[in-house]
């Protein structure tokens, strides 16, 4: 099991913005590829971002490009999630996750946090 805490989900009005923090061990910070992931009411876990942490190559959803930015703090062993401009649409559980390598698709990922709620009003 690969513990994952995330922290930072709140309530924001829409334009707003708010970090999400996941904080991993050495381990897997070093060896896997992180990112995050989204669940709205009635609909399917989606990709958000995500991020190797040898190379730092990044995948961002099309519908958050250039408002969220994922991000890794070498010395915290800790995965950010910036979201800038947020729309009442973002309004989600976003989860953490660890895997080997990089997928979208989250039938493919092995280890998940908790999850941390975002909701975004208008």
């Known amino acids: 099991q690969v513990p994952l805490v995330e922290s930072g989900g709140g309530s924001v009005q829409a334009g707003g913005s708010l970090r999400l923090s996941c904080v991993v061990s050495?381990?897997?910070?070093?060896?896997?590829?992180m990112g995050w992931f989204r669940q709205a009411p009635g609909k399917e876990r989606e990709g958000v971002a995500n991020i190797y942490s040898s190379g730092g190559s990044t995948y961002y959803a099309d519908s958050v490009k250039g408002r969220f930015a994922i991000s890794l703090d070498d010395a915290k062993n800790t995965l950010y999630l910036q979201m800038n401009s947020l729309k009442p649409e973002d309004t989600a559980m976003y989860y953490c996750?660890?895997?080997?390598?990089?997928?979208?698709?989250?039938?493919?990922?092995?280890?998940w946090g908790q999850g941390t709620q975002v909701t975004v009003s208008s």
């Open positions: 050495w381990y897997t910070y070093r060896r896997y590829c």
């Open positions: 996750a660890a895997n080997s390598l990089c997928y979208t698709n989250p039938d493919r990922i092995r280890y």
